[in-house]
């Protein structure tokens, strides 16, 4: 009774997180989840003790989690995992927006899969049967199942320690089953957990600063350290130093040039009714360095995007679907702005965003990558707080605080973050003209529309700001890019190929330009307007502190690595079957302030 039981909650288990991840129910990822569900049953309970009652309190655990699974899937195709509790804030700040997104079905399915187990257990099992739990009850049906005459193999204390023998090798071989067989949704669950100890035992027990000069030795010996002169992005490198010149780095929400691929979505392609809707983004690729940008995320998990450009670290090293802000960066850590402050010299740093300050933990994040000051939506006045675009505070409200940002500090060197939230899902509203888009689903097409309108809304604010920098005296250079496409769950994207044809490329990633003002007279920077080549958020970092002069090995190698996108996508690094310097670089140099320059120079 005892394994049957065991074998029959495993089986179940595995079939209803399985459903709720993000390939479905296939017979390797069930096979592999049974398996660990069954050594986890097998640890936590023994025929001597109410077993049942044991294995049933797990599966509720396992029910709520697989709810949690499916609802993160649909909102940012990422499965949880152990570094998830600490966004449960950051999701409640906006789940109200999203109940008609809920996927209702699927949750629905494993309640009642729960229920009918359970009902099965009541009438079947010890647990709430006619016995009525009393204690010769219990007395009697542990004589009758009760293991302690049998010894060897079959002793339950000898079950329990090679059940936790083949769980912790479980851990110990993760890459191996994954190249072998699968990686099911909630082994992936379980290397969550693996990540936490690695980086803990990072943190703790390896002296960094050893570590980090052993990894900066190899760095130096790998061919990626060297220049490509083939890419058309260092043409004149290496470039000059600048002390002179502000930096404003635009992260732009669910922004991408969806014009540029209407042919491409939907089965017919979607026709939108209008060609200018991107025109001036269009005429600053043109002006300046431009391209696709390969970025870490789709649907959601901004932060993970913006982590990337300002470190040049990969976010995607540490558990499947974690991010970074929230699960991870704990410390001090080299960016963008700790460079600019560095080798640039009388630099302010500020981060603008018009949503609250612990949102994604900016407020807490922020110090550790160097900026210094933080603009949230308190900072902004109560008509700005009203200037909304459907559920969000617009665009126009960013850059015109940047503007007064860039007012009030004339006389230092500025590296501004301005992030901005109009264009996030759901699209609730329009601001501006409507725009007819054709070929789209009853059910998504007014938000669709909505989006596609809004986006028309940003590109003109982005004119309006740009005119302004074009105006200045002062040396400004320009970085704009979207976090990420918008949801790939709304019908027009996921009836359509392009999101569909397993092509990572073209769910994740957006657009991205590089502009320099009028005032930026640098011969070898104005070589480079017009340059297109396409780039990851990563390799976006390191090559805005090349434009400022940066000639590190390091750079350079995260540079070359991350701007392939066969590197960057490489499914085998990122789960750890295979491993690379630069994983190595995202997962260890985290928390870590590093004087590249000493170490190189070693």
């Not at 769910?507 to 070898?524: E, L």
Request: glycine share 4%; aromatic share 14%.
């Amino acid at each position: 009774m005892y394994i049957f039981y065991c074998v029959f909650m495993s089986f179940v288990m595995s079939l209803i997180y399985e459903f709720s991840g993000l390939n479905g129910i296939k017979p390797a990822n069930v096979f592999l989840s049974f398996l660990l569900f069954m050594l986890i049953n097998l640890i936590i309970t023994n025929p001597n003790v109410r077993y049942k009652r044991r294995i049933t309190i797990f599966y509720f655990i396992v029910t709520v989690l697989a709810i949690c699974n499916a609802a993160k899937v649909r909102f940012q195709l990422a499965e949880i995992s152990f570094f998830d509790v600490k966004l449960a804030k950051a999701a409640g700040d906006i789940a109200g927006l999203f109940l008609d997104k809920i996927p209702y079905t699927q949750i629905g399915i494993i309640l009642v899969t729960f229920i009918v187990v359970f009902i099965f257990s009541m009438k079947y099992t010890l647990i709430f049967d006619n016995y009525k739990f009393s204690k010769e009850t219990y007395e009697q049906c542990e004589i009758e199942e009760r293991w302690e005459q049998v010894d060897g193999f079959f002793s339950p204390i000898f079950v329990r320690i090679i059940a936790l023998l083949f769980l912790i090798a479980f851990f110990i071989f993760t890459a191996s089953i994954s190249k072998v067989m699968s990686t099911s949704s909630f082994g992936n669950l379980l290397i969550s957990g693996k990540s936490m100890a690695e980086n803990y035992y990072l943190e703790k027990f390896v002296d960094k600063k050893d570590a980090a000069a052993l990894l900066i030795k190899k760095i130096k010996k790998d061919e990626l350290s060297k220049v490509d002169v083939n890419d058309p992005l260092l043409k004149g490198y290496p470039y000059n130093k600048q002390t002179n010149m502000d930096v404003i780095v635009i992260q732009s929400e669910t922004f991408f040039d969806i014009a540029k691929y209407q042919d491409k979505l939907e089965k017919n392609g979607i026709v939108i009714h209008d060609d200018t809707i991107t025109k001036y983004f269009r005429q600053y690729q043109d002006e300046g360095i431009s391209g696709q940008l390969y970025v870490p995320t789709v649907g959601g998990g901004t932060v993970n995007t913006e982590y990337e450009v300002l470190t040049g670290y990969g976010a995607k090293y540490f558990s499947k679907g974690s991010i970074v802000f929230t699960s991870v960066l704990k410390e001090a850590t080299n960016s963008l702005a700790s460079y600019m402050k560095k080798y640039v010299g009388n630099m302010k740093t500020i981060g603008i965003h018009n949503h609250n300050a612990d949102y994604w933990d900016r407020d807490r994040v922020y110090p550790l990558l160097d900026i210094d000051e933080f603009v949230d939506i308190t900072k902004f006045t109560p008509e700005e707080q009203a200037d909304l675009v459907g559920a969000w505070m617009s665009d126009k409200t960013i850059f015109d605080m940047t503007i007064r940002l860039l007012e009030q500090n004339q006389y230092t060197n500025n590296f501004i973050l301005p992030v901005t939230v109009q264009n996030h899902g759901p699209f609730l509203g329009v601001k501006g003209s409507p725009i007819e888009v054709d070929n789209v689903t009853q059910k998504d097409g007014w938000e669709i529309r909505n989006y596609v309108a809004n986006i028309k809304y940003s590109d003109e604010q982005l004119k309006i700001f740009m005119d302004y920098i074009n105006s200045r005296t002062k040396p400004t250079m320009i970085v704009f890019y979207g976090d990420h496409k918008p949801d790939p769950n709304y019908d027009i994207f996921k009836n359509s190929p392009y999101y569909t044809e397993n092509d990572r490329i073209n769910v994740f990633s957006t657009d991205y330009f590089i502009w320099f003002n009028n005032a930026v007279q640098d011969p070898k920077l104005i070589a480079l307007k017009g340059t297109k080549e396409n780039i990851s958020s990563a390799s976006l970092n390191r090559y805005i502190q090349m434009l400022l002069g940066d000639e590190s090995p390091v750079s350079m190698y995260i540079y070359n690595y991350a701007k392939n996108p066969e590197n960057y996508y490489n499914k085998n690094v990122i789960s750890g079957v295979e491993d690379s310097l630069y994983r190595q670089i995202s997962t260890r140099f985290i928390n870590n302030m590093i004087d590249y320059t000493k170490l190189e120079n070693k």
